[in-house]
Nanobody, 125 residues
């Protein structure tokens, strides 16, 4: 079982930046670590994923160029850098891990079997 703990959520002004962290505690390295967000009244949305074995990353078009996912293996931590933030980025951000997440299905929450508790990000205009 993988344990995940997010941190770094905060309230920022539009145009600002944040870096979220996801501490990964696991006997085995997960096949994929993803970041999702969920705004009030909306469905959970995948916003980034990284495949630790080869370092490949992927993003939806909605955040490409503004958000960046990375990892520090020495700290067992996956980061999500949020830049040029907008009020629409306001949500609870979750990291998730899955043992075998296909490249074509990384955006489906069903592919992930471990989730963190979430960290709140609020962007004001």
């Amino acid at each position: 079982q993988v344990q995940l703990e997010e941190s770094g959520g905060d309230s920022v002004q539009a145009g600002g930046s944040l870096r979220l962290s996801c501490k990964v505690s696991s006997k085995y390295e997960p096949g994929c670590v993803g970041w999702f967000r969920q705004a009030a009244g909306k469905e959970r949305e995948a916003i980034a994923a990284i495949y630790p074995t080869d370092g490949n990353t992927t993003y939806p078009d909605s955040v490409k160029g503004r958000f960046s996912i990375s990892r520090d293996n020495s700290k067992s931590t996956v980061y999500l850098q949020l830049n040029s933030m907008k009020p629409d980025d306001t949500a609870t951000y979750y990291c998730a891990a899955g043992p075998r997440v296909g490249w074509q299905r990384w955006q489906s929450p069903l592919e992930y079997d471990s989730w963190g508790q979430g960290t709140q990000v609020t962007v004001s205009s």
